[in-house]
């Protein structure tokens, strides 16, 4: 099980570098060394990084549908999943799926079913989300880098771990303050706290 999760760290590093040697190596290392800073290191990164993978692959086999218009976020096996669908069936398909992926221990359902997101969702979504990262990035009383953000039809999902909760608060507040922001839906815990619903990894017989 370890080499497989070293094998999918690799091929996310790579993947991100893009096609050149010279790109593969950097961003192999500058991959590696955002892992080793996040809360819970290396390990942590790599397995989030072999369920999220398992999960693509899982919902790309079942319908492209489901694959193209939902989204993950997965820390310390902890995933959500967000994203907006027409088919009240295939929300329920996706949350299972993600169930079967080795080492998951809690899946959020935040699938929203309605009509899908249009190009305007779209912009204002992603401008969020860059606006969010940018501020988190340059507030020195945050550590960014333990923070993932999704944003769907202006509403904030964030997960991740707050050194204590005056961090978690500060951060909330940055995503409330954003321009065309609705809700703000935080899934961060504290260090050291064990979040509700938490369950021991799934496929754990496999290991």
Known sequence: ???TKIIYAGIIAIALAGCTPLGAAVGAGASFGIAAA???GIEAATTDAAIRLQIHDLWFKHSVDMYRKLDMTVKEGRVLVTGTVSDPDLRVDA???AWQADGVRQVINEIRVEDS???KNYVQDTWITGQLRTKLTFDKQ???INYSIDTVKGTVYLMGVAQDDKERQRVIDHARNLAYV???VSYVRLRGETPDGLQPPTGTEKQ
């Open 38 to 40: 996040q809360e819970g």
């Open 117 to 119: 997101k249009t190009l």
């Open 142 to 144: 945050v550590q960014s």
């Open 182 to 184: 609705n809700n703000v």
């Open 95 to 97: 949350i299972r799926l």
């Open 1 to 3: 099980m370890k080499k």
